[in-house]
């Protein structure tokens, strides 16, 4: 079994910093694309950010220049570094990951998500 275990949610006034992680643990071959997802009350699940294997990052035009995503192969952990949050960032975030396991099946993981809300 693989799971994707999230952490680093919370509380934070506008303008303000988080850094989430996302560990990936279990049975797992090797893990390509890692992501982080957000869906707000009464909206849909959007990308924020995105990662490659290989370090390649991408972005949605709403985080660009704010939030930073970066990952360690060697610990499964993904993270998503926020800054200068805005109310409109305050979210449920999802970690995503694309994940061969021990059984060479490919599959799509998710994490059970953390809250985080932008707030004065």
């Known amino acids: 079994q693989v799971q994707l275990v999230e952490s680093g949610g919370g509380l934070v006034q506008p303008g303000g910093s988080l850094k989430l992680s996302c560990a990936a643990s279990?049975?797992?071959?090797?893990?390509?694309?890692m992501g982080w997802y957000r869906q707000a009350p009464g909206m849909q699940r959007e990308l924020v950010a995105q990662?490659?294997?290989?370090?390649?990052?991408n972005y949605a035009d709403s985080v660009k220049g704010r939030f930073t995503i970066s990952r360690d192969n060697a610990k499964n952990t993904a993270y998503l570094q926020m800054n200068s949050l805005k109310p409109e960032d305050t979210a449920v975030y999802y970690c995503?990951?694309?994940?061969?396991?021990?059984?060479?099946?490919?599959?799509?993981?998710w994490g059970q998500g953390t809250q985080v809300t932008v707030s004065s």
């Open positions: 995503n990951a694309g994940i061969i396991s021990t059984g060479l099946s490919l599959d799509n993981y």
């Open positions: 990662i490659a294997y290989g370090g390649t990052t």
């Open positions: 279990g049975s797992i071959f090797k893990i390509f694309a």
